[in-house]
């Protein structure tokens, strides 16, 4: 996927679970909604980042070694979230 992709798909998520934080009248569900913007918001900072540094310094082989490297941890990350998700959704 490209990182212009995953940064828009950031971008909706963020914005969905603000306003489900915004227009909840349940406290928890309110707490559980911004957690949630808020891991959908540094997600798109950071691919925003790599995005800026493929963009100006993508040419040297180190720095892409480096870009790859930090695409995988973002990844996984997102994966880790997503567990969270799976087992809360079970209950």
């Known amino acids: 996927m490209p990182i212009e992709t995953q ?8 914005q969905m ?4 934080a915004l227009f909840t ?10 957690e949630r913007a808020f891991f959908w918001m540094e997600l798109r900072s950071a691919f925003l980042f790599l995005l800026s540094v493929e963009k100006t ?12 490297t930090a695409k995988i941890n973002l990844s996984k990350k997102l994966t880790e979230y997503l567990k969270e998700m799976i087992n809360e959704i079970k209950g």
Do not use: F, M, P
């Open 7 to 14: 940064i828009a798909t950031c971008g909706e998520h963020y």
């Open 17 to 20: 679970w603000k306003d489900k």
């Open 25 to 34: 009248n349940d406290v928890n569900e309110a707490r559980k909604a911004v």
């Open 57 to 68: 310094k993508g040419n040297d082989s180190e720095v892409k070694s480096k870009l790859i």
